[in-house]
């Protein structure tokens, strides 16, 4: 049952036509934000199996986010029908190395059950490294360092160790400190984000076998790949060295990832035979936001131009708008979502709004001010929900199940709920397991079997405790686990787990006594989690297992257990940058940082705090990086956008605030007051969206137009856009040349 080649076509303009259907082994699409880059290589993965006839297991995809991936398997659903999507090797390339080790790492010694350790958890093991060994080093300089070794990937890493040989003092202590973290790791059998990369390149090198059958590779987002996952792709096309890279080099933002632009030049060289395809027209944004978002990034002298011409009209011009503060900024950001819903008639919904941040820290004033209007939101990245304590410490029970042996987890949850275990105790008792070679768990199993050790003294009463309340009932969910143990023979499966967890430790009690004043949220929030999982355990039956296709020859351990999944798919949510917690389907407005919000688009979009020390941030290294940055943010608005930052800052000393100098030369071409939603904005927000406009008495519902309708200069006449689109588009502030002819690629470099 394969898609009429029409029906995979279908809406594609030529360009992107030549794109899906190319019989060239590489193909790169390079081409600007809004193009369809994402929109082509769905289609191309769909016209690979459906017309080429790949089998859907032999394709590997990689997106760079969590939610994109989603997303992608979704609509690649729809066109392959029989569940067949599941079968393709879909995900970021984190949880597609995940899956690889899953299924052949003990063929490089790996141990089955590794963990993952996040970055919360790295952040706090170097930590304590840094203390143990008194080693001269900041634990986060150290840490980011360590993952730019690992990124670089293996060949740049071993020519750098040849490279080194005279020795700065710090480096010595950086690589103390290295070597730690990875002994820690090892013990511990934990791989953090970066070793998921290596320990996968790794893999494949030594057993190619793992990937002969894969017929081809497609990856999304390009321009951010790293050395590592430079590597990883060759190693996925290794057979058939057929690829397919989609990439825009103006929304090149993770450099401080060690993402390497080069990889770019590097692969147009490498594979001299790429079709290449530049796509020209946006299709996402109105003409006034791709005009001013042009204007910004045209600033960087040294850039690859392309082509991007609006298809759209021109729409509504972006806001600017100075404030006092960072809280009349969040208050104002809060009225004119309620404006823009009310005056679109509710024909834009919560959902439709995004507020993109530089960094996570400027949440703060927005979150209050949406919570006091009783606004709902989400926050992208994870960081919100997973990072709440009474989850956290259920993850951390259900890590400990899964690997007895991860101390540090062990150690978070040894008092919670409260077993009369101090801080200094606690200490006191992993020393004993470091310096001993044992795991804390062993430790403590010594402790209750009432071994005396020399170094760390347990009263009577936490022995019990700890034997009772936690060594106990731990060992003894791991042992049902997998087990018919229920009272009719039913499974213990993973919610049951959680749920037996709860009421061994009396959960609801614990939160009552420790937290009295919220444990009811709290309590919700353990509610929610158990909903989480209940949707991941429905969704692995519904897609089927994940597993990799057999190889002859080869063993594969199969995954059964679905505890070890549940985790892994936690901590590849918890990341920051490309993780997504789960919580779909809600009308909610997004925060989202700008980085993890890469790929994604909203009709209306806020980018708060563009004054400079925000972005460009004060310790970024790189200026045309946080420019991207602006760039990105302000391309994923399709109707309306609103930029905006408060003269002084949130410190409180009086220090005022300058507009960020990427915003100070385009300002005059944006309004300062909120756009006026006249009938004709309306219309044209109701068309890019492909909605129904609302009868016009919803539009105006007896509020007052507060503002004078010329500030939008509307022409919409669609044929006079097009003439402007192609003639180069004169701004408003009579500035051209927005739409720049198909230039040369860049001389190769490197
Ligand atoms: P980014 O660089 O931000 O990732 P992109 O190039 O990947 O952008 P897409 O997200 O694929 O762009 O597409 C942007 C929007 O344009 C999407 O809503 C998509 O559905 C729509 N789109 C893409 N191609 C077409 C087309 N030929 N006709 C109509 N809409 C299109
Ligand atoms: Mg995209």
Not at 46 to 67: I, M, N, Q, S, Y
Not at 652 to 680: I, Q, T, Y
């Amino acid at each position: 049952s394969s898609t009429p080649k029409h029906a995979i076509l279908h809406g594609l303009n030529d360009a992107q036509r030549r794109a899906v259907t190319s019989d060239a082994a590489t193909v790169a699409i390079l081409a600007g934000p809004g193009s369809g880059k994402t929109h082509t290589l769905t289609a191309r993965v769909v016209w690979l199996v459906d017309h080429v006839g790949f089998r859907p297991e032999d394709v590997v995809v990689a997106t760079f986010t969590v939610k994109a991936a989603r997303e992608m398997k979704e609509r690649i659903g729809r066109a392959l029908g029989n569940g067949r999507e599941n079968k393709i090797v879909l995900g970021t390339f984190h949880s597609i190395a995940r899956r690889y080790l899953a299924a052949y790492g003990r063929h490089i010694g790996l141990d089955q059950k590794f963990g993952i350790a996040d970055s919360d958890d790295s952040r706090a093991i170097i930590t304590r490294i840094c203390k143990r060994f008194q080693l001269s080093v900041d634990a986060a300089a150290a840490r980011a360092w360590i993952s730019k070794q690992k990124a670089k990937g293996t060949e740049a890493a071993s020519a750098a160790a040849r490279k080194d040989a005279a020795k700065l003092p710090g480096q010595r202590d950086l690589e103390t400190c290295y070597r730690e973290y990875q002994r820690y790791l090892e013990t511990s059998n934990l791989l953090d984000y970066d070793d998921l990369l290596v320990r996968c390149v790794e893999l494949l090198r030594k057993f190619p076998s793992c990937v002969s059958n894969v017929q081809t590779v497609l990856i999304d987002e390009y321009q951010d790949t790293n050395g590592v996952q430079y590597e990883l792709m060759k190693l996925f096309a290794q057979r058939h060295q057929r690829i397919t890279i989609v990439g825009d080099p103006d929304q090149s933002i993770y450099g401080w990832r060690s993402a390497e632009i080069r990889n770019l030049w590097r692969l147009l060289q490498e594979f001299p035979s790429t079709d290449e395809v530049s796509l020209e027209e946006n299709y996402r944004s109105s003409q006034s936001i791709l005009h001013l978002s042009l204007l910004v990034i045209q600033q960087d002298k040294k850039r690859y131009q392309k082509a991007l011409k609006p298809v759209h009209n021109r729409g509504s011009r972006p806001v600017l708008r100075k404030l006092k503060s960072a809280a009349t900024e969040a208050e104002w950001i809060v009225s004119e979502i309620r404006r823009a819903i009310a005056m679109s008639g509710s024909m834009l919904t919560h959902n439709d709004i995004a507020i993109l941040l530089r960094s996570a820290s400027l949440s703060r004033h927005i979150e209050s001010s949406l919570g006091k209007a009783g606004i709902a939101y989400r926050m992208v990245g994870g960081f919100k929900f997973y990072d709440r304590a009474e989850i956290k410490t259920l993850l951390d029970y259900l890590r400990v199940i899964h690997q007895p042996e991860n101390n540090d987890a062990l150690a978070r949850i040894m008092n919670v709920p409260r077993r009369g275990i101090g801080e200094v105790t606690i200490k006191s008792l992993l020393e004993e397991a470091e310096t001993s070679g044992l795991s804390l768990w062993a430790v403590l199993s010594k402790h209750c079997r009432g071994e005396r050790t020399a170094k760390t003294k347990l009263t009577k009463h936490a022995e019990q405790r700890l034997s009772g309340g936690l060594l106990r009932p731990l060992t003894d969910i791991r042992r049902r686990v997998g087990e018919a143990s229920g009272p009719n023979g039913t499974p213990f499966g993973l919610v049951q787990m959680i749920e037996h967890l709860l009421s061994v430790l009396s959960f609801e009690k614990h939160l009552l006594a420790s937290h009295p004043d919220d444990h009811e949220q709290r309590w919700a929030n353990v509610q929610e989690f158990i909903s989480l999982a209940a949707d991941f355990v429905r969704d692995l039956d519904r897609s089927g297992d994940d597993f990799l296709p057999e190889i002859e020859g080869l063993q594969q351990t199969k995954e059964a257990e679905v505890l070890p999944r549940f985790l892994a798919n936690v901590s590849l949510a918890s990341d920051a940058q490309t993780g997504d917690d789960g919580q779909e389907n809600k009308p909610l407005v997004t925060i989202s940082t700008i980085h993890a919000a890469k790929g994604l688009e909203w009709p209306v979009v806020f980018v708060p705090a563009v004054y400079n020390g925000s972005i460009p941030h004060v310790r970024a290294e790189d200026g045309d990086e946080e420019r991207r940055l602006l760039y990105v943010a302000m391309t994923r608005a399709q109707c309306l956008l609103y930029l905006s930052w408060p003269v002084f800052g949130s410190n409180g000393n009086g220090e005022r605030n300058e507009l960020s100098p990427f915003v100070a030369p385009v300002s005059g071409s944006f309004l300062d007051k909120g756009p006026c939603f006249d009938r004709p904005v309306m219309g044209e927000v109701a068309r890019i969206l492909q909605r129904k406009l609302p009868p016009e008495s919803t539009i105006f519902g007896g509020l007052p137009a507060l503002f004078n309708p010329e500030d939008n200069l509307f022409p919409v006449d669609p044929e006079h856009s097009k003439q402007e689109a192609s003639a180069g588009f004169n701004g408003e502030d009579g500035r051209s040349g927005v739409v720049v002819p198909r230039a040369k690629r860049p001389r190769l470099q490197g």
